[in-house]
């Protein structure tokens, strides 16, 4: 049973300024240093990052909280799954509001194209 879904659209521009602006403070406050690491060298890095950051926000909305309410940012990491498919995990106050909402299982799914990132997040729970 689906218990929460959030999408959300990034302007990859609006990262890359960001990046660029107040790269360090930006991404420790936004971004894992696994997340970061992972994106360090990559050739299209602010999409990278952009298409995380969207499905940080798309994960805030499916569990009902925006960013506040004690979540945050670091709280929500996309790994790279099985076979490279990304993943969410949670911690603190973002697992704790997953698991009151009944989560079993937390899909993702991300994108970037032509300026923007995209990121779908369903939260599955028992029926």
Request: glycine share 12%.
């Amino acid at each position: 049973m689906i218990v929460g879904i959030g999408l959300d659209i990034v302007a990859t521009a609006n990262v890359r300024d960001l990046l660029a602006g107040h790269e360090q403070q930006f991404e420790e406050r936004v971004f894992t240093p696994a997340e970061r690491s992972e994106c360090a060298g990559r050739a299209d890095r602010a999409d990278a990052l952009a298409a995380r950051f969207a499905a940080k926000e798309a994960c805030f909305k499916a569990l009902g909280t925006g960013w506040s309410k004690g979540v945050s940012f670091l709280q929500v990491e996309v790994r790279r799954g099985e076979g490279g498919a990304p993943e969410l995990a949670l911690n603190g106050e973002a697992a704790d509001r997953a698991k009151a909402r009944g989560v079993t299982r937390v899909h993702v799914t991300l994108t970037h194209s032509a300026g923007v990132a995209a990121a779908a997040v369903i939260l599955e729970g028992g029926g």
